[in-house]
């Protein structure tokens, strides 16, 4: 079966730093991957997402903090961040845009979410 699995969400204090992965189990290889996170009482919202070449797109809020990569030998994406605000809590979700696997592909995948807190 074919899933996003998250790691590394937590509890951290303003300025600090965590870093999220998520790997695609069962693929063999993701098309553009992305993380969105969605806080209390608000809309998901993408917050990187990167091509499978290494392009990456990142939102205002975000720029200059945060870094997505990837490891395609790993089907895996990685977030991290820096000089976390409170601002920035929320549930991160990891996404696949198609997660190839032996004989087929699934479309938009989505992860369970790992929680990120920042207190202030």
Same mark, same amino acid.
């Given at each position: 079966q074919?899933?996003?699995v998250e790691?590394?969400?937590?509890?951290?204090q303003a300025g600090g730093s965590l870093r999220l992965s998520c790997a695609a189990s069962g693929g063999i290889f993701s098309t553009i991957m992305g993380w969105y996170r969605q806080a209390p009482g608000k809309?998901? &919202?993408l917050v990187a997402s990167i091509t499978s070449g290494g392009g990456a797109n990142?939102?205002?809020s975000v720029k200059g903090r945060f870094t997505i990569s990837r490891d395609n030998a790993k089907n895996s994406v990685y977030l991290q961040m820096n000089?976390?605000?409170? &601002?920035d809590t929320a549930v991160y979700y990891c996404n696949a845009d198609r997660i190839f696997f032996m004989g087929g592909f699934k479309y938009d995948c989505w992860g369970q979410g790992t929680r990120v807190?920042?207190?202030s």
């Amino acid at each position: 079966q074919v899933q996003l699995v998250e790691s590394g969400g937590g509890y951290v204090q303003a300025g600090g730093s965590l870093r999220l992965s998520c790997a695609a189990s069962g693929g063999i290889f993701s098309t553009i991957m992305g993380w969105y996170r969605q806080a209390p009482g608000k809309q998901r &919202e993408l917050v990187a997402s990167i091509t499978s070449g290494g392009g990456a797109n990142y939102a205002d809020s975000v720029k200059g903090r945060f870094t997505i990569s990837r490891d395609n030998a790993k089907n895996s994406v990685y977030l991290q961040m820096n000089s976390l605000k409170p &601002e920035d809590t929320a549930v991160y979700y990891c996404n696949a845009d198609r997660i190839f696997f032996m004989g087929g592909f699934k479309y938009d995948c989505w992860g369970q979410g790992t929680r990120v807190t920042v207190s202030s």
